[in-house]
């Protein structure tokens, strides 16, 4: 955004308290600043809320979109056995968490676990 001229509120940059305590960022005139959703909707009532998700390192991660499709939407179509890959996939995800990501190797599991029961539940 800054290649494009947005700038923060008084050309600083937020703290991390700041940005903890009011998680609503405004974007005005190329002019960015955080502030309670309270706030948003008094002053700017007119101006739609867009959500924004930070890359879902979990559920979505931005480097399995390159190249126009998503990696598991690919694998489905070309594996014959996609419940044996999302099977691989949580035992991988579970032996490693103690050593490597911790609750987010759990959380992975759990995505790969979850897409394998719609997967099985829209073969039937």
Do not use: C
Request: charged fraction near 25%; hydrophobic fraction near 35%; proline fraction near 5%.
């Amino acid at each position: 955004m800054k290649k494009e001229g947005v700038t923060w509120v008084n050309d600083g940059l937020p703290t991390y308290q700041e940005i903890k305590g009011y998680p609503y960022i405004v974007l005005i005139d190329k002019t960015m600043e955080v502030a309670t959703l309270d706030f948003v909707h008094e002053r700017y009532s007119n101006i739609p809320i867009i959500k924004y998700k930070a890359n879902d390192t979990v559920n979505n991660p931005s480097h399995y979109n390159v190249g126009g499709i998503e990696t598991l939407d690919y694998i489905k179509a070309k594996v014959p056995d996609y419940t044996s890959v999302a099977m691989s996939q949580v035992i991988k995800y579970i032996s490693r968490f103690p050593h490597k990501n911790g609750i987010e190797d759990l959380k992975k599991a759990r995505f790969y676990l979850n897409d394998l029961i719609e997967w099985m539940e829209g073969e039937k």
